[in-house]
C-alpha cells in the first residue's frame, strides 16, 4: 500500500462522487491579498447569512460550516505582520469571529503552535462570548519538541488547551503533523506511541474531553497508510484526517516533492473508509492565489469575474466527504470572500476541472520552492527570516525576475527588481547568506523541503546578480 497509484481514483470519479453535494451559485474569494480578481470589494451587507454550505460528520451528526476558520495567521496589532514581537489585535479578532458565526462559520482550528504559541488563548477569547453550541473547536496535540514529548508533559499541553480554550472539551483533536521528520516512523513512535499518549487520547474520548480524534498528515505514506490499517483492524478508530488537497497536489504532489504523497491517493483512501476529510493548503501556502502573469491572463480569459483563488476554494470543496475546507484568514475583506464563496458553494463542474488539470501542469512546470509560510522553521537560531526569502523568490519567479542570462534584455530590469526587492523585504542579517547549514528548520518544514539546500541557491543566484553589475 505504498504506491500512489494503488486505489487511485480517477478525476472523472472525482467529479462523479461529487455531484450533488452542493448547490451551485457565482462565486468570489480572495483568500489572500489578491489583486488579481478585478472585483469590486465586498461590503459586509452582501455577505448572504443564511445560505452557507454545511457537510455533516457521520460520526457525530455535527453540521460543520464548509468554510473553516484558521486560526494561523491573526491579525497584529500595527498591521505589521512580519513583526515577532507585534501583540495580536485582539479587538479585531474578536470582530472577525463575530462575523463569523453570524454568517454561518462554526469550524475554528488552531493549535498551541500557531502565533508563536499565542492563537489559542486568542481564539479561545473571542469564542467565549458566544453560546458553546455554536461553534466546534479544533486544537492538536503539537509535541514538537522533544521536551514535550513525554505522557507528563504531553498531558499538560492538552489541559492548557482546555484551559486558553476556555472549554471543557474539544471537538476535533488532532494528532499534530503525522508523518513528518527525517525518520517519521521513529517520530511518530516518539510522540504518541511510546510514552503511551495515543492510549490516554482515547481515555480522553471516551471520558468526554474529546469528541472526535484524528490526525493531520504530512509526508510518509508509510504512517498514512499504517493508521488506517489499525482503522481497518480496530485498533483506533479516526474520526476525520487532515490532509492538503488542491487542484496541484491532487496529482503532482509528489512530483513537487518525492516525499509527498498524491491528494488523489489520499482521498481515495480515506472516501473508501467513509472518514471525513479536513482540508489544509487549498491554496498550497497561496500560490495559487498569486501566480504568473501568464496563467493569471489564462483564468481571466476562462471567467473574467472570479478571483484566481476562487478557484482553488471551489475545487477542494467540492469532493464529497470533504467536512470542511479549511482557510487562514487574517483580515476582514478575507473572510466576507470566503463566506460568500461557500455560501453557497459552486461545485467545479467536469470542464472546469479538465482546465486546472492543464493550469497544474503549467504550474509544476515554474519550479519554485514549495513554501506555505507557516513559519514552524522559525524562529532560526541564526536569524535568517526564511519564510521572507522564500516568498521573495517565488514572487519574482511569478514576475519574471529570475533572469540569469546577462545577455536576455530584461536582465538589467529583472536584476534591479530582484536585488531592491530583496533587501526590502528581508533585512540583510537575516538573508540566505547567513545560513551555516546547521538544519534545525529541516525537521520543522511540513513540506519537507531542504532548507539550507535552498537558501544555499538563492545566496549563490544573488551573488551572481551582485557581480555581474550592468552598466546602462
Not at 166 to 186: K, N, P, S, T
Request: with cysteine.
Amino acid at each position: 500500500m505504498n504506491s500512489d497509484n494503488k486505489h487511485n481514483m480517477s478525476r472523472r470519479h472525482f467529479l462523479k462522487v461529487a455531484g450533488g453535494t452542493a448547490v451551485a451559485s457565482s462565486v468570489v474569494l480572495a483568500a489572500c491579498n489578491n489583486n488579481d480578481s478585478g472585483n469590486a470589494a465586498i461590503a459586509p451587507e452582501d455577505v448572504p447569512k443564511d445560505k452557507m454550505t454545511y457537510r455533516t460528520n457521520p460520526n457525530t451528526g455535527d453540521r460543520v460550516s464548509l468554510l473553516g476558520y484558521g486560526m494561523m495567521r491573526l491579525p497584529l496589532e500595527g498591521g505589521d505582520q512580519a513583526d515577532p514581537n507585534a501583540a495580536i489585535d485582539q479587538e479585531l479578532v474578536n470582530k472577525e469571529i463575530d462575523f463569523a458565526i453570524e454568517h454561518g462559520v462554526n469550524y475554528f482550528d488552531t493549535s498551541p503552535a500557531y502565533c508563536q504559541g499565542r492563537s489559542e488563548k486568542a481564539t479561545g477569547i473571542a469564542l467565549h462570548r458566544h453560546p458553546r453550541n455554536k461553534y466546534y473547536i479544533a486544537t492538536k496535540l503539537s509535541n514538537f519538541d522533544p521536551s514535550t514529548r513525554s505522557l507528563e508533559e504531553s498531558q499538560k499541553m492538552f489541559y492548557n488547551s482546555l484551559k486558553e480554550l476556555q472549554v471543557d472539551y474539544i471537538d476535533y483533536m488532532l494528532l499534530h503533523a503525522v508523518g513528518g521528520g527525517e525518520d517519521a516512523i521513529e517520530e511518530f513512535n516518539n510522540r504518541f506511541m511510546d510514552n503511551g499518549l495515543l492510549d490516554w487520547l482515547v481515555e480522553q474520548k471516551e471520558a468526554g474531553k474529546i469528541r472526535n480524534l484524528g490526525f493531520s498528515y504530512h509526508g510518509d505514506i508509510a504512517i498514512f497508510d499504517n493508521l488506517l490499517a489499525w482503522h481497518d483492524e480496530g485498533d483506533y478508530h479516526w474520526d476525520f484526517v487532515q490532509i492538503e488537497l488542491n487542484y496541484v497536489d491532487w496529482k503532482h504532489a509528489k512530483e513537487i516533492n518525492e516525499d509527498n504523497t498524491n491528494a488523489e491517493y489520499l482521498y481515495d483512501e480515506l472516501k473508501k473508509r467513509d472518514i471525513p476529510a479536513i482540508i489544509m493548503e487549498p491554496l498550497l501556502g497561496g500560490r495559487l492565489a498569486n501566480m504568473p502573469n501568464d496563467i493569471v491572463a489564462d483564468m481571466k480569459r476562462r471567467d473574467p469575474n472570479s478571483s484566481i483563488a476562487s478557484w482553488a476554494f471551489r475545487y477542494a470543496g467540492t469532493p464529497e466527504g470533504v467536512l470542511t475546507v479549511l482557510s487562514g484568514m487574517t483580515w476582514m475583506d478575507h473572510l466576507m470572500e470566503n463566506i460568500k464563496t461557500y455560501s453557497p458553494l459552486k461545485p467545479i463542474s467536469p470542464e472546469e476541472d479538465a482546465f486546472l488539470s492543464k493550469i497544474a501542469d503549467k504550474i509544476v512546470a515554474l519550479h519554485d520552492i514549495p513554501c506555505n509560510d507557516c513559519k514552524y522553521c522559525m524562529p532560526c537560531p541564526y536569524g535568517i527570516n526564511i519564510p521572507a526569502i522564500f516568498v521573495h523568490y517565488n514572487k519574482c519567479l511569478k514576475e519574471g525576475n529570475l533572469v540569469r542570462d546577462e545577455k536576455d534584455s530584461n536582465y538589467k530590469r529583472a536584476r534591479k527588481a530582484f536585488l531592491v526587492g530583496y533587501d526590502y523585504s528581508v533585512p540583510r542579517l537575516r538573508q540566505a547568506n547567513h545560513c551555516i547549514g546547521c538544519r534545525k528548520c529541516v525537521s520543522h518544514c511540513p513540506q519537507e523541503i531542504d532548507i539550507p539546500k535552498e537558501l544555499e541557491k538563492i545566496d549563490q543566484f544573488v551573488e551572481q546578480l551582485k557581480q555581474s553589475d550592468p552598466k546602462d
